[in-house]
C-alpha cells in the first residue's frame, strides 16, 4: 500500500484556498466567555520553551569542557609555550566534538537529561571518543607527542564530574520547572467527546511530560460534546479559541478529529492557521499510516504536524540578535539625519517631533509605533482611518519630503531595539486602516495570517513595490500575499536580503507621499 503524505493534504497553500462557506467558517473571534477569560488569564506569564532549555545546555557544557581545558592547560603548561594555539585547537576541537556526539546520541532531550545516572556510562564514553579522535588525529599528523598526558588525563576527569554535575542540577531545576509551569508547552484540545478523551489519556500517561492541556473546544453543542472531558472543561467553539490562544499565549493546537473527515479538518485550520502556534492533528487513534518522518511524538503518541509555529526558538533568539545588532548600528549611522529631521518639524510647524500611532503587532497585539510627525499636529489621524492621499492638505511641507524618503520611519529603529517591531517583517497597519470602508481583515480573510511573527520596519511586500497608499482591496490582497511569502520562507539570509534591497526600493517614490 502507498503511504500517504499528509503535507499534500494540509498545505499552507490547501488551507488558504479551502472554501468553507458551506461550513460556515470564516466567522470572526468570539467573545470569551468568563470562565474561558479566567482560565486564560492565569497563562498569560511567558514560559521557558524544553527547545531553548537543552540549546542553552548545549553551549553550557561546551563551555565547561572548554573551560576546564584552558584552566588545566595554564595551570600545568603555561600560556608562554610555543604550542599555546595547537592546544587552543585541541581543547576547543575535543569540546565541540562531544558535544556533537551527545547531540547525535539525543542526550540533549529532556527525557534523557531527567535521567543523568542512567546516562553516565554513555556520558563517559562519548566524552572518551572525542578524546580518541582527536588522539588518533594527532598521532597520524605526527604532532601528539609534544603534548602533555598529565594535563588531557587530568582534564578528562575534571571535564567528566563537571558536566555530569550540572546535568544533576538542571536535571532537579527541569523537573521543578515542569512542575511550577516555569517549563511547558501550553496546549489546547481542538474536537471533543471520546476521542480527546482518549488523547488527553494518553497524554498524561507520558512519563516527564512537558504537555499541559489547558482546555477543549469544540463547534459541536453538548450532546454531542459534552461539557467536561477527562477532567478539563469545554471552554467555547473554535471561533472563541482564537482569542483565548492569544491571551493564554499557547504553543499547541492539537486537533483531534479522524483524518478521514479532511472536509471537517480543513475547515478547523482555515480559522486556526492564522495563530502563531504549533498545529498538530492527532494520529493516536488512526488507522491510515502515514510516511515515518511526517510523525512527531509527545511521549509515544503520534501526531503528524501540519503547521509549525514560524520563527521559534533559536531562530526567534537568531532575529532577534539581527535585530538589535542592526538597529544599534542604524541609530549610530542615522542619528544626524535624524537631528536635522527633528529640528526641521520644530521650525515648519507647531508640535510634537514624534507621531505614535497603535498598529497591529504580533500575534494581534496592540503596540505604539514611532515615527516623525509629517501632519500638521492638529489634523493628524491616529487611527489611520482616513489614508494619506497625493498632495493631502494634512501633510506639512517638511512632512511630504520625509514621507516620500521614508525619512519619518527612522525612530521605529528605537521600536526594534525595545522589541516590540523587528527589522524586517510584515508592515504592521494601524488598528483602524480601512480599504473602501473596509477593515483589511475583511478584505483579505487570511490577513491576521500576517500577525504569527513580529511586525518590521521594512519587509518583502515593500521591496516588491507594494508601499504606500492602500486604496483598492487588490493593493491590500498583494500585500498579503507577500507578507505570508516571507514568513514561510523566513531565513536570517532572506532578512538581510530585504534589508539591503530597501534603500534601492526606496528611490521609487511613486506610491510614497
Not at 32 to 43: C, G, I, P, R
Not at 255 to 282: C, F, G, H, M, N
Not at 322 to 337: K, Q, T, Y
Not at 381 to 400: C, I, L, S
Amino acid at each position: 500500500m502507498k503511504e500517504l503524505d499528509p503535507s499534500r493534504l494540509y498545505s499552507t497553500e490547501a488551507v488558504r484556498r479551502f472554501d468553507g462557506s458551506a461550513t460556515g467558517i470564516g466567522k470572526p473571534a468570539g467573545k470569551l466567555n468568563k470562565v474561558a477569560l479566567q482560565v486564560a488569564s492565569q497563562y498569560r506569564r511567558d514560559t521557558t520553551s524544553p527547545v531553548m532549555v537543552s540549546g542553552v545546555m548545549r553551549l553550557v557544557e561546551f563551555a565547561l569542557f572548554f573551560v576546564s581545558g584552558a584552566a588545566l592547560f595554564a595551570f600545568h603548561v603555561g600560556l608562554s609555550t610555543h604550542l599555546l594555539w595547537q592546544y587552543a585547537g585541541v581543547i576547543g576541537g575535543v569540546s565541540l566534538l562531544t558535544v556533537l556526539l551527545f547531540e547525535i546520541c539525543d542526550l540533549y532531550q529532556i527525557p534523557e537529561l531527567l535521567r543523568p545516572f542512567r546516562r553516565a556510562g554513555r556520558l563517559a564514553l562519548l566524552w572518551a571518543c572525542g578524546f580518541a579522535l582527536v588522539a588518533i588525529t594527532g598521532f597520524f599528523l605526527k604532532i601528539s607527542s609534544e603534548f602533555s598526558r598529565l594535563m588531557f588525563g587530568t582534564w578528562f576527569v575534571t571535564g567528566f564530574f563537571l558536566v555530569f554535575g550540572f546535568r544533576l542540577v538542571m536535571a532537579h531545576l527541569i523537573r521543578r520547572w515542569a512542575r511550577n509551569g516555569t517549563m511547558e508547552r501550553r496546549a489546547v484540545i481542538v474536537g471533543g467527546g471520546k476521542a480527546a478523551e482518549t488523547l488527553i489519556r494518553a497524554i498524561e500517561q507520558q512519563p516527564y511530560n512537558d504537555i499541559r492541556v489547558c482546555g477543549i473546544f469544540d463547534d459541536r453543542d453538548e450532546r454531542r460534546s459534552p461539557p467536561v472531558v477527562a477532567g478539563y472543561p469545554k471552554l467555547g467553539d473554535v471561533s472563541e479559541l482564537i482569542e483565548f490562544a492569544r491571551i493564554a499565549r499557547i504553543d499547541m493546537l492539537i486537533v483531534s478529529l479522524p483524518i478521514t473527515a479532511e472536509t471537517r479538518v480543513l475547515s478547523l485550520l482555515k480559522q486556526l492557521w492564522v495563530l502563531p502556534v504549533d498545529i498538530r492533528l492527532s494520529a493516536h487513534s488512526s488507522q491510515l499510516q502515514f510516511r515515518p518522518r511526517a510523525y512527531s511524538f509527545i511521549g509515544s503518541v503520534p501526531m503528524l504536524d501540519i503547521f509549525d509555529k514560524p520563527i521559534n526558538d533559536w531562530d526567534s533568539v537568531a532575529k532577534r540578535a539581527f535585530d538589535i545588532a542592526f538597529s544599534l548600528l542604524g541609530i549610530i549611522v542615522f542619528s544626524p539625519v535624524m537631528l536635522a529631521t527633528a529640528i526641521a518639524i520644530k521650525l515648519d510647524s507647531k508640535g510634537p517631533v514624534l507621531f505614535k500611532q497603535k498598529r497591529h503587532g504580533f500575534n494581534n497585539e496592540i503596540i505604539e509605533v514611532f515615527k516623525f510627525r509629517s501632519m500638521y499636529a492638529d489634523q493628524s489621524d491616529p487611527t489611520a482611518r482616513k489614508a494619506v492621499t497625493k498632495n493631502d492638505p494634512r501633510v506639512t511641507h517638511v512632512g511630504r519630503f520625509i514621507r516620500r524618503t521614508s525619512i519619518d520611519e527612522l525612530p521605529q529603529f528605537f521600536n526594534v531595539l525595545f522589541g516590540s517591531l523587528s527589522l524586517v517583517g510584515p508592515r504592521p497597519h494601524a488598528v483602524a486602516a480601512q480599504s473602501h470602508n473596509l477593515l483589511y481583515n475583511e478584505v483579505v480573510d487570511s490577513y491576521f495570517a500576517r500577525h504569527r511573527v513580529k511586525p518590521g520596519v521594512t519587509g518583502w511586500a515593500q521591496i516588491n513595490g507594494w508601499r504606500g497608499e492602500m486604496d483598492s482591496d487588490e493593493k491590500i490582497r498583494m500585500r498579503t500575499e507577500y507578507d505570508l511569502d516571507y514568513i514561510e520562507n523566513w531565513s536570517l539570509w532572506f532578512d538581510l536580503k530585504i534589508l539591503l534591497l530597501t534603500p534601492v526600493r526606496l528611490l521609487d517614490t511613486e506610491n510614497a507621499y
